[in-house]
């Protein structure tokens, strides 16, 4: 037996750790998940798949003109690489790389520009200027020290490479304002990277349904962290709620089957919900709806609800939320999770969560386990009971699987569908 009020938390206290996607730190955390599992005596699978990674051999950067300093900075992971010892260049501060920033700028073959922040439209700008190499600058403040903040390298993103490669660095905010107000002109630069594959893993335990054995609902939490801080809110606490819901369950099947994911590897990509799907075609129609939980459990702030669907979906949530007296924020729309790749199927998704900006921060050393608490997980825990319960137990599906024309065009611009086929030949359009 568990203790409902504080079973989350003393899960989100087990697996405050490093938990990146494909290190030892994501299998470990996949160990502690299968445990609880078996502790329930229920039975989950580890089932592993690929994700791009690289091994880094140089990362530098130093400004050589008018002055010389070296600079601190991180790669983009799998971004490529140049030459072997490095190499000069021309720096240009281009902003964000609009038309107008470009005006009069041509061939950029002997250029590293330095910008604000990556985006698609810019990057391939770059590209076809032939850009050296890019330095974006980091969210960071400029009074933010290396003693209270953490330099995170980051992968390029897939739907980048689909344009090609440019090798990239990131630096800080106080080193760019510093390089810029010192007119810095010339910097060396060198990356040296060699790209690979690492194993990462999604964690499964399937309880079949009593009634409707071959409609189920998928009920998602990715356990993986970025590269610093415990990942205690993000998302160590959508990860104890899965289980929560689990040893629930497990004890009180519901008529439709459900299947539990916990998705390894989404911060770099939402590749274990993806890897999911591809490696379960045949289930994929029999999915009615998708629960994702990312983020949950802060003392302070207030309850959310991301809703990818139509209206009728939206009332319904509502209507069990002031059914209960469960205050939340309740939103429309594609949420970048693990629910998104379910969404590009046609499944619904109900997300629940809670969050305050000011306390927790994600994707930081930050993100600790101080502004959690107990009791708000087990208020989150026990709305989501409730909905996933009503939702499952229900004699007629509630809700259809299908997603409204808005919603379908929101899921496209989020795969950027659009951006992507500017890359095709005429002919493959
Ligand atoms: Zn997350």
């Known amino acids: 037996m568990i203790n409902n009020e504080t079973y989350q938390y003393e899960l989100v206290k087990k697996l405050s750790f490093l938990r990146y996607g494909g290190t030892e730190g994501e299998a470990k955390a996949a160990q502690i998940l299968m445990d609880e599992i078996a502790s329930f005596g229920g039975k989950g699978s580890i089932e592993e798949f690929q994700i791009p990674a690289y091994d880094l051999h140089k990362c530098s950067m130093k400004v050589t003109a008018p002055y010389t300093e070296e600079i601190e900075c991180v790669p983009y992971g799998l971004s490529g690489q140049l030459p072997e010892g490095g190499v000069e260049l021309d720096l240009k501060y281009i902003e964000l790389a609009t038309d107008i920033d470009f005006m009069g700028i041509g061939d950029l073959s002997g250029t590293a520009v330095l910008i604000n922040t990556l985006d698609w439209d810019m990057y391939k700008k770059l590209y076809e200027h032939h850009a050296a190499a890019f330095i974006v600058i980091a969210q960071d403040k400029w009074w933010n020290t290396p003693e209270d903040t953490d330099l995170v390298p980051r992968n390029l ?3 980048y490479m689909e344009i090609g490669k440019i090798p990239g660095f990131q630096i800080r905010s106080i080193t760019a304002l510093n390089m810029v107000k010192n007119g810095a002109s010339k910097v060396h630069l060198e990356l040296r990277e060699t790209e690979t594959t690492h194993t990462s893993r999604n964690v499964v335990a399937v309880i079949p349904g009593t009634e409707y054995p071959d409609e189920s609902v998928v009920l998602t939490a990715h356990f993986d962290s970025v590269l610093v801080g415990t990942g205690s809110w993000d998302n160590a606490t959508g990860s104890a709620l899965l289980m929560y819901l689990y040893q629930y369950f497990v004890k009180n099947p519901a008529k439709r089957t459900m299947r539990f994911v916990w998705c390894g590897s989404e911060e770099q990509g939402l590749y274990g919900s993806i890897a999911y799907i591809d490696q379960h075609p045949d289930i994929i129609d029999e999915i009615k709806m998708d629960f994702n939980f990312d983020m949950n459990g802060t003392v302070l702030g207030r309850n959310s609800i991301s809703v990818t669907g139509g209206e009728d979906l939206k009332n319904y949530v509502y209507q069990m939320a002031a059914e209960v007296g469960y205050d939340a924020n309740i939103r429309v729309g594609v949420s970048s999770s693990d629910s998104a790749p379910f969404a590009r199927k046609g499944i619904p998704s109900i997300g629940i969560g809670r969050g ?7 994707h930081t050393r930050n993100d600790l386990i101080y502004p ?18 009503r939702f499952t137990n229900s004699v007629v599906l509630p809700i259809k699987r299908e997603l409204p024309d ?24």
Do not use: T
């Not at 959690?372 to 319960?389: D, I, P, W, Y």
């Open 157 to 159: 993103r897939d739907e």
């Open 372 to 389: 959690l608490g107990a009791e708000a997980m087990h208020r989150n825990g026990e709305f989501a009971k409730l909905c996933v319960s």
């Open 356 to 362: 305050h900006m000011q306390s927790c921060i994600i």
């Open 406 to 429: 808005n919603i379908k065009k929101d899921v496209d611009k989020y795969f950027w569908v659009d951006k992507l086929s500017q890359l095709k030949k005429p002919e493959e359009k």
